[in-house]
């Protein structure tokens, strides 16, 4: 049904227009009645759900039709108004024309005339509610599209190797992330375990996985309500979600909004889901270039929390006093010292992180410990192809690392680690170069919707250019140019089949910045257009 508002000064008026039709039978239902424009608009502002539809007499008192129409249109642009008019009202008529008001009526009103107009009406207003529906459609389409690959690039963010700042910041940008990239933005992590009860699955432990799932959504459904809070996910760990907090300068920001956050998610979990779950807090970095550090204290924290929510405490300053020690240069070190594999420069490296001859707090010796893990880690996931056997061994180390007795056993942890570690990567470099070109492909069918270039591969993974480019032939069959257009023309052809998603939309998600640039290659590739592709497509689904 179709909800109509009459606006007539005169009873008898509205009475009569209420008589002439069966409106229920017609579609419409008047759901509002207003004897000026001042209650008009009053009942519009107050309404749940406001009027399809308008019928307002053009001459009363207080304030005319003209004024209540001007008003309705700057405040209700999407009301459609039907104005009821005498023949004399021509004047009136013009200005409602300027207004933008397309349908009237002349009074007395004829129930032909009412019924046609209706008619039109509801032809339209169904059509605008199809294309409306479309359009919120291809909105949650295109929202979870982009989530995905915001998710994706927070992981990556805070786990692997870092890219350049120039290749962040354009996804940053490219993502619709741009408000995370500010140097002095304060951040933090946070992260929620779910922990199953004695007994809750009972003989359904095989439906781990949907419990999993349920408790990624119930989390993602409570990040959704606060300002500032991006949550992501890392498949390799499917009983935790991780979430980015953004300081916007609010009430609802800063330690206690984080603290109160993650009880909310406790609690939704124990309500909803009668999951146990522990969880964890980062202290505060400033801008995505200290997320490692953020996302490290946030594990840490877990690594340390229990599920009746009491951890251990530390010092803002105390935290900031050491997170600083582990920059980006460091970081670069460590890896270029497993990476050429180069014992002793590693060691060296190590011994400037833990000096014997400094005092070091426990929860610094530990956080920068759990720093070198997480840089073996982004290590283990680019050599490590078709085995996360190392993988698994960084993590239980990462998820351990609180409880270790002392701190030789974790500096010899550490240099077992950067052994397995090391043995991946000479595994990696004694394979004809095999796994080298498999690793390469493996980063790039997971980020070929950013801007990738052979060089700037290349230099990730210390390897020349042009033995790096027929490195990749050889192993992929085609170049990397090649490669990486049939991978985002394989992704857009499914986007383009099953989804609405406008091509703008699509030529975003798979890379191009330009949807003329996309629609151009997209034709070269397939022989047609994107529109074409996707009626084709379309047809052949309905047959």
């Given at each position: 049904?179709?909800?109509?508002?009459?606006?007539?000064?005169?009873?008898?008026?509205?009475?009569?227009?209420?008589?002439?039709?069966?409106?229920?039978?017609?579609?419409?239902?008047?759901?509002?009645?207003?004897?000026?424009?001042?209650?008009?608009?009053?009942?519009?502002?107050?309404?749940?759900?406001?009027?399809?539809?308008?019928?307002?007499?053009?001459?009363?008192?207080?304030?005319?039709?003209?004024?209540?129409?001007?008003?309705?249109?700057?405040?209700?642009?999407?009301?459609?108004?039907?104005?009821?008019?005498?023949?004399?009202?021509?004047?009136?008529?013009?200005?409602?024309?300027?207004?933008?008001?397309?349908?009237?009526?002349?009074?007395?009103?004829?129930?032909?005339?009412l019924s046609s107009l209706l008619g039109k009406l509801a032809g339209e207003l169904k059509e605008e509610r199809l294309l409306e529906g479309e359009r919120q459609?291809?909105?949650?389409?295109?929202?979870?599209?982009?989530?995905?690959?915001?998710?994706?690039?927070?992981?990556?963010?805070?786990?692997?190797?870092?890219?350049?700042?120039?290749?962040?910041?354009?996804?940053?940008?490219?993502?619709?992330?741009?408000?995370?990239?500010?140097?002095?933005?304060?951040?933090?992590?946070?992260?929620?375990?779910m922990r199953l009860p004695p007994g809750r699955l009972r003989s359904w432990e095989g439906r781990r996985d949907l419990l999993q799932l349920a408790f990624r959504?119930?989390?993602?459904?409570?990040?959704?309500?606060?300002?500032?809070?991006?949550?992501?996910?890392?498949?390799?760990?499917?009983?935790?979600?991780?979430?980015?907090?953004?300081?916007?300068?609010?009430?609802?920001?800063?330690?206690?909004?984080?603290?109160?956050?993650?009880?909310?998610?406790?609690?939704?979990?124990?309500?909803?889901?009668?999951?146990?779950?522990?969880?964890?807090?980062?202290?505060?970095?400033?801008?995505?270039?200290?997320?490692?550090?953020?996302?490290?204290?946030?594990?840490?924290?877990?690594?340390?929390?229990?599920?009746?929510?009491?951890?251990?405490?530390?010092?803002?300053?105390?935290?900031?006093?050491?997170?600083?020690?582990?920059?980006?240069?460091?970081?670069?070190?460590?890896?270029?010292?497993?990476?050429?594999?180069?014992?002793?420069?590693?060691?060296?490296?190590?011994?400037?992180?833990?000096?014997?001859?400094?005092?070091?707090?426990?929860?610094?010796?530990?956080?920068?410990?759990?720093?070198?893990?997480?840089?073996?880690?982004?290590?283990?996931?680019?050599?490590?192809?078709?085995?996360?056997?190392?993988?698994?061994?960084?993590?239980?180390?990462?998820?351990?690392?609180?409880?270790?007795?002392?701190?030789?056993?974790?500096?010899?942890?550490?240099?077992?680690?950067?052994?397995?570690?090391?043995?991946?990567?000479?595994?990696?470099?004694?394979?004809?170069?095999?796994?080298?070109?498999?690793?390469?492909?493996?980063?790039?069918?997971?980020?070929?919707?950013?801007?990738?270039?052979?060089?700037?591969?290349?230099?990730?993974f210390h390897m020349n250019e042009t033995y790096l480019s027929g490195l990749f032939k050889q192993n992929a069959g085609v170049t990397f140019s090649d490669y990486?257009?049939?991978?985002?023309?394989?992704?857009?052809?499914?986007?383009?089949?099953?989804?609405?998603?406008?091509?703008?939309?699509?030529?975003?998600?798979?890379?191009?910045?330009?949807?003329?640039?996309?629609?151009?290659?997209?034709?070269?590739?397939?022989?047609?257009?994107?529109?074409?592709?996707?009626?084709?497509?379309?047809?052949?689904?309905?047959?």
């Open positions: 049904m179709y909800r109509v508002m009459l606006v007539d000064d005169e009873a008898g008026v509205r009475n009569s227009i209420r008589a002439k039709i069966d409106w229920e039978s017609a579609g419409f239902v008047i759901a509002y009645e207003a004897s000026g424009g001042e209650e008009a608009l009053r009942m519009l502002a107050e309404a749940v759900v406001r009027p399809d539809i308008v019928i307002s007499d053009i001459r009363m008192p207080k304030m005319d039709g003209i004024t209540f129409i001007r008003a309705c249109k700057e405040a209700y642009p999407e009301l459609r108004v039907i104005v009821l008019s005498g023949y004399s009202d021509f004047n009136y008529m013009k200005s409602a024309i300027q207004l933008g008001v397309k349908d009237y009526l002349l009074k007395p009103v004829v129930r032909a005339e459609r291809e909105k949650v389409q295109r929202n979870q599209q982009l989530r995905q690959m915001q998710e994706h690039f927070l992981l990556q963010l805070v786990k692997e190797e870092g890219v350049s700042e120039s290749a962040v910041r354009d996804r940053l940008h490219h993502l619709q992330l741009a408000k995370l990239d500010g140097e002095a933005l304060s951040l933090r992590f946070a992260t929620l375990e959504m119930l989390c993602r459904e409570t990040a959704e309500k606060r300002e500032g809070v991006y949550p992501f996910y890392d498949v390799g760990h499917p009983s935790m979600m991780f979430f980015l907090l953004v300081d916007t300068g609010s009430k609802e920001s800063g330690d206690a909004a984080a603290e109160q956050f993650v009880r909310e998610l406790r609690r939704n979990a124990a309500t909803y889901l009668r999951l146990e779950s522990v969880g964890g807090i980062g202290e505060p970095v400033r801008g995505w270039r200290e997320a490692k550090n953020g996302y490290a204290s946030c594990m840490l924290a877990w690594s340390r929390g229990t599920i009746d929510g009491s951890a251990a405490a530390s010092t803002q300053q105390e935290v900031l006093d050491w997170t600083q020690s582990f920059t980006a240069e460091t970081e670069r070190r460590l890896i270029q010292a497993i990476e050429t594999l180069d014992r002793q420069a590693f060691s060296a490296q190590l011994l400037e992180l833990f000096p014997s001859n400094r005092d070091m707090p426990m929860f610094a010796f530990t956080f920068l410990a759990l720093r070198v893990i997480l840089t073996f880690g982004s290590l283990a996931k680019k050599f490590e192809l078709g085995d996360t056997s190392l993988q698994q061994v960084l993590w239980n180390c990462q998820a351990s690392i609180a409880t270790y007795r002392s701190r030789g056993e974790v500096l010899a942890q550490i240099e077992r680690l950067a052994d397995l570690v090391m043995g991946a990567v000479r595994s990696s470099r004694t394979s004809s170069g095999q796994l080298q070109a498999e690793a390469v492909r493996k980063y790039v069918d997971e980020n070929y919707p950013y801007e990738l270039t052979l060089s700037q591969l290349a230099s990730m990486l257009t049939r991978l985002r023309m394989t992704r857009a052809a499914e986007l383009l089949s099953g989804t609405d998603l406008k091509l703008t939309d699509i030529a975003m998600l798979v890379g191009y910045s330009s949807s003329s640039y996309f629609s151009t290659s997209f034709r070269k590739y397939y022989g047609c257009s994107p529109k074409e592709y996707r009626e084709k497509r379309q047809t052949t689904n309905e047959s």
